[in-house]
C-alpha cells in the first residue's frame, strides 16, 4: 500500500504534542494560542460569508400570485 511520508510525518507530530499534554485537549488549546501569540503574525476575524441559500431564497420571497405556474400553461 502507498504511504504518504509528509503525511505520517503530520500524524507523528500530532501525536507527539498530544502525548506530551497527556491527551488533556484544554492544555493542548492552551499551548496552540500561546503559539499563536507568540508567532507574532496578525489574527483576522472575519464576517461569516452568506450561504448560497441565503443568497438565492432573498429573491424568491416576493413572488406573490401573479407568477404563472409553467407547468399548467395551456398549448
Do not use: C
Request: hydrophobic letters at 30%.
Amino acid at each position: 500500500m502507498w504511504q504518504d511520508e509528509i503525511l505520517d510525518e503530520i500524524h507523528k507530530i500530532r501525536e507527539e504534542h498530544a502525548k506530551s499534554f497527556n491527551y488533556d485537549l484544554d492544555a493542548m488549546f492552551a499551548d496552540w494560542q500561546k503559539r499563536q501569540s507568540e508567532g507574532g503574525r496578525e489574527v483576522v476575524s472575519l464576517p461569516p460569508k452568506r450561504s448560497l441559500t441565503t443568497r438565492w431564497s432573498r429573491g424568491t420571497r416576493d413572488l406573490g400570485g401573479d407568477t404563472e405556474d409553467a407547468s399548467r400553461r395551456s398549448t
